[in-house]
C-alpha cells in the first residue's frame, strides 16, 4: 500500500491544501516528502509515498492543518515538525511496549526507537512489529525445546527485522 486518504470537511478546503499558485501544496510535499494528489475525488485527498511513517507523518499533519485552517508554508512546516516529534514518540513507546512483552530490561537506549520503527513498516503486507514480536514468541519456544537461553533467543528474534527499517531517526 503506497496511499493514505485523508477525509475532508468539504471540498472548498482542497483550494486553501493547494494554495495561491501550488505554493501550499508544494510546500506540504517538501516538507513531508509525499506526494499530495488533489483529484476529483469528493471529500478527500490522497497521500501517496512508499515510506508508511512519512505517509503517517504527512496524515497527521494534514488532518492537523484541516482542523485549524493554518495553510501557509511556514504553519505547514511547524505542524509537520511537531507531528515527526509525535510520531518519534510513538515509535519510542511502541518499541519500549514491545521490549516489555518479551522482558527485554537491558537494552541500548536507542533501541525501543528502532523497535517501534517497526510498526510502520511492512514486509509481504504483515506489519513487521507484530510479526517480530511472533516470531520472538516463537524463537523462545523453540529455544526452549533446545535447551538454549530463552531470553536471549527472543531477544534477537524481535530484532532480527531491523534492517528493514531506515537507520536514523525518520527526520533525519
Same mark, same amino acid.
Given at each position: 500500500?503506497?496511499?493514505?486518504?485523508?477525509?475532508?470537511?468539504?471540498?472548498g478546503?482542497?483550494?486553501?491544501?493547494?494554495?495561491?499558485?501550488? +505554493?501550499?501544496?508544494? $510546500?506540504?510535499?517538501?516538507?513531508? @516528502?509525499?506526494?499530495?494528489?488533489?483529484? &476529483?475525488? !469528493?471529500?478527500t =485527498?490522497?497521500?501517496?509515498?512508499?515510506?508508511?511513517?512519512?505517509?503517517?507523518?504527512?496524515?497527521?499533519?494534514?488532518?492537523?492543518?484541516?482542523?485549524?485552517?493554518?495553510?501557509?508554508?511556514?504553519?505547514?512546516?511547524?505542524?509537520?515538525?511537531?507531528?515527526?516529534?509525535?510520531?518519534?514518540?510513538?515509535?519510542? +513507546?511502541?518499541?519500549? $511496549?514491545?521490549?516489555?512483552?518479551i @522482558?527485554?530490561?537491558e537494552?541500548?537506549? &536507542?533501541? !525501543?526507537?528502532? =523497535?517501534?520503527?517497526?510498526?510502520?513498516?511492512?514486509?509481504?503486507?504483515?506489519?513487521?512489529?507484530?510479526?517480530?514480536?511472533?516470531?520472538?514468541?516463537?524463537?523462545?519456544?523453540?529455544?526452549?525445546?533446545?535447551?538454549?537461553?530463552?531470553?536471549?533467543?527472543?531477544?534477537?528474534?524481535?530484532?532480527?527485522?531491523?534492517?528493514?527499517?531506515?537507520?536514523?531517526?525518520?527526520?533525519?
Amino acid at each position: 500500500m503506497t496511499t493514505s486518504s485523508v477525509a475532508l470537511p468539504n471540498e472548498g478546503i482542497k483550494s486553501r491544501i493547494i494554495g495561491k499558485e501550488g +505554493r501550499n501544496v508544494r $510546500a506540504f510535499e517538501l516538507a513531508t @516528502g509525499v506526494k499530495v494528489v488533489v483529484d &476529483d475525488t !469528493p471529500d478527500t =485527498v490522497l497521500l501517496s509515498s512508499y515510506d508508511p511513517a512519512r505517509r503517517e507523518v504527512a496524515a497527521r499533519a494534514m488532518a492537523q492543518l484541516i482542523a485549524d485552517g493554518g495553510f501557509t508554508p511556514n504553519r505547514i512546516e511547524e505542524v509537520v515538525e511537531k507531528c515527526q516529534g509525535e510520531l518519534d514518540e510513538d515509535m519510542i +513507546r511502541e518499541g519500549q $511496549a514491545a521490549l516489555a512483552i518479551i @522482558g527485554a530490561t537491558e537494552h541500548h537506549q &536507542d533501541l !525501543p526507537y528502532y =523497535v517501534g520503527m517497526l510498526k510502520y513498516r511492512a514486509s509481504y503486507g504483515q506489519n513487521l512489529l507484530q510479526h517480530s514480536l511472533e516470531v520472538a514468541q516463537l524463537a523462545r519456544s523453540v529455544a526452549r525445546t533446545l535447551h538454549l537461553n530463552e531470553d536471549l533467543v527472543e531477544a534477537i528474534a524481535l530484532a532480527h527485522d531491523l534492517g528493514h527499517t531506515p537507520f536514523g531517526h525518520a527526520g533525519q
